[in-house]
């Protein structure tokens, strides 16, 4: 599926001029049609899906209990 300039940008929360900078600096591979460019929205799986497993092993980093330092009960 090929979105536009906007519909990329709202699809990533990004804005227009970056998605366009992005494609300047074919950092986002799009196909220019003579009116305007066409992004293929599959590339973007992987990027998303490695994002989503980022966040989530962020969250059980967070979320361990942090282990009581063992100093403390040393009574010497």
């Known amino acids: 599926m090929y979105l536009t300039i906007k519909e990329t940008s709202k699809y990533l929360g990004l804005n227009e001029q970056t998605v366009q900078k992005l494609i300047n600096d074919n950092r986002i591979r799009a196909v ?3 009116e305007q460019f066409l ?3 599959d590339q973007f799986t992987t990027h998303l899906d490695q994002l989503e ?3 989530e092993r962020i969250q059980e980093i967070l979320n ?4 009581e330092d063992i100093d403390i009960k040393d009574e010497d």
């Open 32 to 34: 220019d049609d003579g």
């Open 64 to 67: 361990e209990p942090i282990p």
């Open 39 to 41: 992004i293929n929205k």
């Open 53 to 55: 497993k980022y966040k």
